[in-house]
């Protein structure tokens, strides 16, 4: 399961280099905890935060059904394929909110299809 | 583990159509990104995506303990029954806020029995 | 696996608790669904259970891969160590705001442990 690990680890660095970015936009943007909101700039920044654990739940599982049950470098490939998009998807998200969509759609593609094809491995697995 | 691998694709297929409504909705009350509040209607529905991902991080886990360590045809079936209540609750919700109190206590109910379940099976096998 | 399932099951039921104490903080504070902000006490309250949220995606799965591939009695002692900070973290938070550091501040060192330590472990078996 070496690939599936290590897209694993590839993903959580991305979503902690994340979580950073929202101690650093509660400095500099001033908006003290508890509020998350009133302040557009510091809530793309957060949004990227929420958005990747709203994307995780669905990778995570999916990606290690598809490494057990399918392929563990495939899963791998997929895997790392799923951190590119989220750190494009960041990038946009991070420069205009309206520039998120294909970073967003490709996450979110990748997701389905780890999902769907490692249910399937599953299933069909004699 | 294939009624497992089932509970978890059925759980995340809801969690899926749940995202997709968040979009939908986005453009039909025209709530732009960032923001993730200001309109009751919205934050209804966003509310319910919200709701799984803090459910799905106690459940998945809980499941798969569940289904390794005690029996993967009745994980699959406390899973399934998490899946249609958490259907229940999305319905209730997008309603009505007040009635959503049914679904989401099936839904924890559900969570915490395969959580303990699982734990004890896991703590109890030789 | 018996000490990273304990540490799972610990963990979790700390977050079943925070989550509990949102619907308290909803009803003590009349701040009703689908509403999450307005309110600093509130928020308080329910950005504790979020943030854990936050942090159980990166730990879980680091905690199983720890488990997995270094040891597991290990996995268990850091995994008791994350819950004990979490919990540290909501006394913390739940009293005043600024002083949520130390415990947000471990939760994480402890989160980033596992992953590197767990990811290594995988790398680096024969």
Redesign the interface.
């Known amino acids: ?2 690939f599936t ?2 897209a ?2 590839t993903a ?2 991305a ?2 280099w994340f ?1 950073l970015k929202v101690g650093q936009a509660r400095k500099k943007f001033g908006i ?6 009133g302040n ?1 700039d510091f ?2 920044v ?2 990227v ?2 958005n990747t ?2 994307q ?3 990778f ?3 990606l290690w ?1 598809f490494g057990t ?1 399918v392929s563990d470098m495939l899963a791998g490939l997929l895997g790392f394929g799923w951190t590119a998009a989220r750190v494009l998807y960041a990038a946009e ?1 991070y420069a205009d ?2 520039k ?1 969509g294909p970073g967003a759609a490709l996450t ?1 593609l990748i997701g ?1 299809v780890l ?1 769907v094809g ?2 399937l491995g ?2 069909l697995t004699p």
Do not use: D, H, N
């Open positions: 399961m070496r690990v290590l694993t680890f959580l660095l979503y902690c979580l003290e905890a508890p509020r998350t909101t557009a809530e793309r957060f949004r935060q929420q654990v709203e995780l739940v669905l995570l599982p999916s059904l049950y998200y909110a309206k998120r979110f389905i999902l490692g249910t599953a299933v």
